[in-house]
């Protein structure tokens, strides 16, 4: 069985990028992100997208001078040791993540949906159905994703129009939340909120061209970003900064504040369906490309025996932190330090080295593009 | 000597004690020692087998040479000398027969299994052989008639053919009359065996259709499939003449593909029947027509039908590499043959288009697809397809585009409250009472007060009791199935409400939810969306909306992973690609300029961007004036 990922084209590429980015926006981060910058919480994640375009567009120059994937352009332009690190540090985000995602997707099932069940089952239920969809290929996680994204970005509009009632326009002022300068460098800091972006330069040869990687990630990006954003600023017209500062789980209360007539109320159930299969797809892609860069990395044959174990270690990960509290520190820590940092140190490392590279070679490109 | 008192002893002791009935003893089929003993036998046989048969070949040889010379000594006792060199042919045919004698087929055919053999020149020879191949005297089938073609001298030969599966008049009339009434002038070349065989076909037959065979494979494929089999003496070949004509239900109304407009033609039994239906419609000289054989014991022929200038050739050629891949011994469904070729069969959903209509059949071939039909199924299964073409009926190419568009979407509807309304009912009533208003809420709660049972035995309950009825109505004969089926579920459903075992809302979710799955056309699609919803009602009562959303997700990412013969399953929406204005959305007829992309034609483009040209011309009789 072959780890080859699949053949993939734009509409495919931006969906996973898309929902790799999405599933905070279910989370209690835009809480965070309000108690932090306060009202400025919606441009701040605009600046945060426009960093990753930017580090999106370095990344096309990349793979111009040098074709591959991840790891083969990592050992091209880094040597072997630098392309281990470069993995090892990709690996890390991405089991990091969908650790930090299933046990908070499992708290909140827990929160919202089954207070009931326990706790462990979740995790164990989250982590059977993520590694069976894993197991089906990253080109169906990927084709899935495209077809459930149209619906899935329409019932966010949906609650989002819903709420207009109770939009309060005066919320949103003022836009400087506790000022221009703290908000920007919140925003420069929260960029590693899209590391997962990098999605598609891992599996950069399934694209069909630099141009197709291009455009899916920006376009991934851009409109992640743009329903992030707006999701932000309905959320703080609708609560006020005091109010959305205290919530744990911002869309599931915007959910619960829907009421337009008896009989169109209280929908936040019907939500779940929603949040569920959005925070599946992306511990699922998270899971895969986690295991992917481990079959390159150590040049194994087949990918998918190493998935049920990953997804068992995920899990065990995910039942490490005493409590919610705690895991919601750690993604904030995470994101801000490690995930950031990466993001911002990988990508100028491996421009200036294919830079230096390109020069060295006379300013001659190997892509076709 | 019997007197009163030993009679009257006899009476009373037939009376009072006890016989054992006279039964026969039981039949018991004791597998293990009819396998030793046929071992055994076996064993035995095949030491001697091989020796008996040489023996047996010679013997024949040897008489038909005795019967040669005690012809010849009859007439030089006569002095008919002149007879004499009629037997010049007899005789060259004994040289022929002689050569056929090389040590080395002599010892190859003691040893092979009648159906490797050859034709032999002895006729004696072949007729042993199609005894012990059609196991005569126990098969009343075969009939093997022996003739005297009268040539100079006459030339005895046999025609062998299963009763039943030829035409007696085709038989009578168009073989056995032209063959025993041909004048032994017209022999040309003197009879030699090489233009004996020729002049029979060309002069003498004139049946449409006559192939020469050579072994015992295709002389069986023949009479199998009801051509008549001459052997000649002293020709080492047969002659398989076209006399087919079983007896075949003809060309009727579709049963579960009715439409209101279009054809109501539908497939019969007859491969023939059905490849003439879909070149009657689609009549093209670029329509193909290849015949494949498959299964090892019955030789079941499979037709592939595509249009060669659009059809792409990789998808023609791997259709035929899985058919002719297939090692069985009998395919005697179009089904098992779709299980046994496509890319996932364990997966429910279904990977080729199944339809008893030709029409349907050439929209597709037209589109670029490929055909396959099995001979005595009356389907015919088109490859590759996409989930949406599972939604398509035969009327949709009759309505308007916005008709047929409504239409479809509420199909899909319908697929979606199949799998999905009672898996809702049961979450939202678990878990997730507080997403429905408070009355229906309340509504609910009052019609369950009374249920003794949880909704989920009661939705089990309902959904085993109308699978029941449905499966019930399929089987009980004629319209009967039909009435008894509306009774049964009309009646069942009212006690069952009376009685308090079920609410009336879940009788309603499941009469809609069945009501809605016979509404997806195809039936092996409606199949699997009945099956798949027990494991999604399954995950609902165990963990309400979380478990139907994980369900309809991983279910979502199945099919995304199917391919139908190389085509993505989901074709055109994910991998998006585009589309021929007819998926879902069906556009006006005049606007689907393209095949779909995903069938990657050969000629991609149906129809020129103005297809109405006549739009470009002035009216005959003059513009309107205002």
């Known amino acids: ?369 | 000597m019997e007197t009163i008192f030993s009679k009257t002893y006899k009476y009373l002791k037939n009376i009072l004690v006890y016989k054992p009935p006279h039964t026969p003893t039981p039949f018991v089929l004791d597998d293990k020692s009819d396998k030793t003993k046929a071992k055994s036998s076996m064993r035995l046989e095949n030491g001697l087998v091989g020796q008996a048969e040489e023996l047996q070949i010679l013997l024949r040889q040897a008489k038909q040479l005795k019967e040669v010379l005690e012809m010849a000594a009859k007439n030089l006792k006569a002095g008919q000398f002149t007879h004499l060199t009629q037997m010049k042919t007899v005789v060259k045919k004994l040289a022929a027969i002689k050569s056929e004698r090389s040590p080395v087929r002599l010892a190859y055919d003691a040893v092979s299994q009648p159906d490797d053999r050859q034709v032999s020149a002895v006729l004696a020879e072949n007729r042993a052989l199609l005894e012990k191949l059609y196991k005569l005297p126990h098969n009343k089938d075969i009939i093997i008639r022996n003739l005297i073609l009268p040539f100079a001298p006459p030339i005895k030969a046999i025609l062998v053919f299963l009763d039943g599966m030829v035409d007696s008049k085709t038989l009578n009339l168009a073989v056995l009359q032209p063959l025993m009434y041909f004048s032994p002038d017209h022999v040309r070349d003197g009879g030699t065996i090489g233009s004996l065989t020729a002049q029979i076909i060309e002069e003498c037959l004139p049946a449409n259709q006559i192939n020469k065979a050579v072994d015992y494979q295709s002389v069986q494929h023949g009479i199998n499939s009801g051509d008549s089999a001459l052997f000649i003496e002293g020709v080492p070949e047969a002659i398989l003449i076209n006399t087919r004509g079983m007896v075949q239900r003809g060309v009727n109304k579709p049963t579960t593909e009715q439409t209101v407009r279009g054809s109501q033609a539908s497939f019969s039994e007859g491969l023939r029947i059905n490849t003439a239906l879909i070149r009657g419609t689609l009549k093209s000289s670029e329509l193909v027509t290849e015949i494949l054989s498959i299964g090892k014991k019955t030789n079941t022929s499979c037709a592939i039908m595509y249009l060669e200038s659009v059809a792409n050739p990789m998808l023609v050629a791997e259709l035929k590499r899985r058919i002719e891949g297939i090692s069985t011994d009998y395919m005697g469904d179009i089904g098992s043959l779709q299980q046994f070729i496509e890319d996932h069969p364990g997966n429910l959903f279904p990977q080729a288009l199944s339809t008893e209509r030709p029409d349907r059949v050439c929209v597709h071939l037209a589109e670029g697809r490929v055909a396959f039909i099995l001979d005595g199924v009356p389907l015919a299964h088109i490859v590759p397809v996409s989930f949406f073409t599972f939604f398509h009926s035969a009327e949709d190419f009759s309505f308007k585009a916005i008709a047929s568009t409504g239409l479809r979407i509420l199909r899909l509807a319908a697929a979606f409250i199949t799998l999905l309304l009672p898996s809702l009912y049961l979450a939202i009533n678990y878990f997730h009472q507080e997403a429905l208003p408070t009355e229906i809420a309340l509504a609910i709660a009052g019609a369950r007060e009374k249920v003794p049972f949880p909704a989920l035995i009661e939705i089990v309950l309902m959904e085993f009791s109308f699978e029941l009825i449905r499966e019930g109505g399929l089987r009980i004969p004629g319209v009967l199935g039909a009435t008894i089926g509306i009774v049964g579920a009309l009646i069942l459903g009212q006690a069952a409400v009376t009685a308090n075992i079920v609410s009336p809302i879940v009788v309603i979710i499941i009469a809609l939810a069945g009501l809605a799955s016979f509404a997806i056309p195809d039936f092996q699609m409606a199949m699997a969306f009945r099956i798949i919803r027990f494991p999604m009602l399954m995950l609902a009562a165990t963990l309400g909306l979380v478990g139907v959303a994980s369900g309809f997700l991983l279910l979502v990412l199945l099919l995304c992973s199917m391919k139908s013969f190389g085509m993505p399953y989901m074709l055109p929406i994910a991998p998006r690609v585009e589309g021929n204005l007819d998926v879902v959305v069906r556009g006006p007829v005049f606007h689907q300029e393209q095949r779909p992309d995903g069938l990657n034609t050969k000629d991609t483009i149906k129809q020129p961007a103005l297809s109405r040209e006549w739009l470009k011309e002035k009216p005959l009789g003059g513009q309107d004036k205002p």
């Open chain 1, 1 to 369: 069985m072959s780890y080859q990922p699949g053949r993939m084209g734009i509409a495919e590429g931006m969906a996973l990028v898309f929902i790799i980015l999405l599933p905070r926006i279910f989370l209690t981060t835009p809480a965070n992100d309000a108690a932090t910058v306060a009202t400025a919480s919606w441009w701040m994640i605009i600046v945060s997208g426009l960093l990753t375009i930017l580090t999106i567009i370095a990344w096309v120059y990349i793979l111009q001078q040098t074709p591959g994937d991840l790891f083969s352009i990592s050992e091209k332009l880094l040597g072997r040791i630098g392309a281990w690190l470069v993995t090892i540090t990709c690996i890390v985000f991405f089991f990091l993540n969908a650790a930090l995602l299933l046990r908070q997707f499992a708290e909140n099932t827990l929160l919202t949906a089954l207070p009931q069940m326990e706790f462990s089952f979740i995790i164990g239920w989250y982590a059977f159905v993520v590694a069976l969809g894993a197991l089906l290929g990253l080109e169906a996680l990927a084709r899935g994703t495209y077809l459930l994204l149209p619906i899935s970005v329409f019932s966010i509009l949906i609650v989002l129009l819903l709420l207009a009632p109770n939009y309060d326009t005066y919320n949103l002022a003022p836009w400087q939340g506790y000022g221009l300068l703290p908000s920007l460098k919140h925003g420069i800091q929260n960029a590693g909120t899209n590391f997962g972006a990098l999605i598609l330069v891992i599996v950069a040869p399934a694209m069909q061209n630099v141009r197709t990687f291009k455009w899916a990630s920006i376009l991934g990006i851009m409109g992640c970003v743009f329903l992030k954003a707006l999701s932000i600023m309905v959320f703080t017209m609708v609560f006020g900064i005091v109010v959305a500062s205290e919530k744990t789980l911002p869309f599931f209360e915007m959910a619960r504040l829907v009421y337009l007539s008896r009989y169109l109320q209280r929908i936040e159930a019907l939500f779940i369906i929603l949040w569920v299969i959005v925070g599946l797809l992306g511990i699922a892609i998270s899971l895969y490309m986690g295991a992917y860069l481990i079959t390159r990395l150590l040049k194994l044959p087949a990918l998918q025996p190493i998935i049920p174990l990953s997804a068992y270690i995920i899990a065990q990960l995910a039942m490490i932190p005493p409590d919610i509290a705690t895991v919601i520190r750690i993604d904030g820590f995470v994101i801000a330090n490690f995930f950031t940092t990466s993001l911002f140190i990988l990508t100028p490392l491996l421009l200036v080295a294919s830079m230096m590279k390109t020069i060295k070679k006379g300013g001659q490109s190997c892509s076709s593009d």
